[in-house]
């Protein structure tokens, strides 16, 4: 299956394990064409690296051509921000693009207990694998 992973760029080198744990089980696996970039950078050089991304690379745009190239997506949503299972906005933009373009949807951790989009991450109905990769096929 080609997955394409999801997740604040916080958490790259968390991205670039699943990642490699994902191809060890036989998947193609797509991740942010900056990845490489982030690692080993703290929390607030990853947050300058992401607007930077954002507003002069065209990084939603180029993340979203891999996710119509891809089966499915991966949210991996660790706790961040005093937030179990956090979801960022940019995120939650690409789990409503995955869902527009008729993707499977998988969720690392169960939804997390945010009141403003907490029933559209709902409505795209996700496949919550509680950290199981596993179960995504």
Not at 80 to 105: D, S
Not at 127 to 135: H, R
Request: aromatic share 10%; hydrophobic share 45%.
């Amino acid at each position: 299956m080609k997955i394409a992973i999801c997740a604040s760029m916080v958490f790259t080198e968390k991205m670039l394990e699943a990642k490699a744990t994902l191809e060890q089980m036989g998947h193609d696996v797509f991740v942010s064409q900056f990845a490489a970039g982030y690692v080993g950078k703290s929390d607030a050089e990853k947050e300058a690296l992401t607007l930077h991304n954002k507003n002069n690379n065209d990084a939603i745009r180029a993340f979203w051509e891999k996710i119509r190239a891809s089966d499915a997506i991966l949210v991996l949503n660790y706790d961040r921000r005093g937030i179990a299972n956090y979801i960022g906005g940019n995120t939650l933009m690409e789990i409503g693009f995955a869902h527009v373009l008729g993707k499977k949807i998988f969720l690392l951790n169960p939804v997390p207990e945010i009141e403003f989009y907490k029933s559209e991450i709902e409505a795209c109905k996700p496949a919550i694998i509680n950290g199981d990769f596993s179960l995504i096929k």
